[in-house]
């Protein structure tokens, strides 16, 4: 007679949750993943934020139909009691099942050599008009030139983590590190272990790092009860300094995005220092060594310092647009505060990210980010197919009653703004104070 099964409830897998005791199922088999956890390509804090729960609609969602034969040697040999499938799951699947066949996941398109083109032209006329020009107007033009140049390498690096825009792994580890170390000074590593966490975690404001700026910006007031961040293992304080620059952050939110690529720079170099395990840690730092120096050097060749400065601003700036587009999709979303849901995949997916409407003639400025709900539902779809699969999609979400929002350029922007502006009033209300220090005393003293 064969051996019969062995199973567990759902209960007893909740229980292998934590670092060293990591259980996942998939399609109601049980494997134990904590030893692969340090070594798996996305990063330990999906599997940390899957654990002790199904997490099949997420491995579907990253993960091709031959990596399958890998998890064997994962089984634990146990089932998981009761497993049942819901209706939106078996039509996201089956959905997943239908791009798998007619080849959109591997139809890539020429967008990857179109933008790398375009990379050259850029980085060339920048480099020729500091070098050759004494004009002030051309080497602030350059400056912009360069702003846009790293918006394009910076949509390059975002689709090279979730699939392989090159013709090989080898290729594509290439074009990660030439175009986020090499030429935008973004450690490659640090992007893929933050936004791999974002999207399993998308708009959990303790899981989810892409929501967790403070002490500048707070999109609820859920943050004013100083929450843990899962994420970065600490907790977030909301003292009277955090009060203070959140009550002002809907004035705050464009300037700050002027210069929040400095603080990618500063991500990059503490994962790059810190004792955290990261793959291929030379190849980051000899490409983060790169950019480190050829843009100084670019910038001592303009003729005086106030040049210097107003193209490193004006640079800046300009690639500012991208850190508004990453915020659009999410901050007027819907948030919620706890652990991810493998068993909510689509409904939690969706009812956290918004769409970007606009012509197919400008899918170039927005990198394949317009089509956010899309992209996080299918994340390893080349962004050339993402406006195909729209209308698929939508009938999904309508079919099964999940959001689809979308939205313009500019109203999503309004929306942004209006979602920080609410929390920056409820951040001044003084019926929930917080231990004040002599600049917020400052600032609100009255008579």
């Known amino acids: 007679m064969a051996e019969s099964r062995r199973h567990i409830s759902q209960e007893e897998l909740g229980k292998h949750n934590k670092r060293g005791d990591l259980w996942v199922s998939i399609q109601g088999k049980i494997y134990d993943v904590s030893d692969w956890a340090k070594d798996h390509p996305g990063g330990e804090p999906p599997l940390l934020n899957l654990s002790g729960q199904d997490a099949t609609d997420a491995f579907v969602a990253y993960h091709p139909g031959t990596a399958y034969q890998y998890l064997d040697k994962f089984f634990t040999g146990y089932y998981l009691q009761d497993y049942s499938v819901s209706e939106v799951s078996k039509d996201y699947r089956k959905l997943v ?209 106030s040049e210097r400065i107003m193209f490193v601003i004006i640079s800046f700036s300009v690639t500012g647009i991208q850190h508004v587009q990453f915020c659009l999709n999410h901050f007027s979303s819907n948030v919620y505060v706890g652990h991810p849901s493998g068993n909510e995949w689509c409904d939690k997916q969706t009812k956290g990210t918004l769409d970007i409407t606009c012509p197919s003639w400008m899918d170039w400025f927005h990198g394949g980010l317009q089509f956010q709900i899309e992209h996080h539902l299918f994340p390893r779809l080349p962004r050339c197919q993402l406006r195909k699969v729209s209308p698929m999609v939508q009938e999904l979400c309508k079919k099964h009653n999940l959001p689809y929002n979308s939205a313009s350029f500019w109203k999503a922007n309004e929306m942004t703004i209006g979602t920080l502006r609410t929390a920056a009033l409820q951040a001044r209300d003084l019926a929930n104070p917080v231990p004040k220090n002599m600049v917020w005393e400052a600032f609100n003293t009255h008579g």
């Open 97 to 305: 099942s239908e791009f798998t066949q007619m080849g959109l996941f591997d139809k890539k398109g020429h967008v990857t050599l179109y933008t790398l083109t375009a990379i050259v032209m850029l980085f060339v006329v920048s480099v020729y008009g500091i070098l050759c020009s004494d004009s002030m107007w051309v080497h602030l033009g350059c400056g912009a030139l360069m702003g846009v140049l790293w918006i394009q390498s910076g949509w390059i690096g975002h689709d090279s983590g979730h699939y392989k825009v090159m013709s090989s792994t080898g290729f594509n580890r290439f074009a990660q590190v030439l175009s986020g170390n090499c030429l935008a000074g973004i450690s490659i590593a640090w992007w893929k272990w933050n936004h791999n966490a974002h999207h399993i975690a998308c708009n959990s404001l303790d899981f989810d790092p892409d929501l967790q700026h403070m002490p500048f910006f707070v999109v609820s007031s859920k943050f004013f009860n100083s929450l843990t961040s899962y994420f970065y293992d600490r907790k977030l304080n909301f003292d009277s300094a955090t009060r203070f620059l959140v009550s002002y952050q809907h004035w705050s939110f464009y300037p700050v995005m002027c210069f929040a690529r400095i603080n990618l720079f500063a991500q990059s170099f503490m994962l790059l220092l810190s004792k955290r395990r990261v793959a291929n840690r030379g190849q980051e730092v000899l490409g983060i060594l790169v950019f480190w120096i050829w843009y100084p050097f670019l910038v001592s060749c303009l003729p005086n310092c």
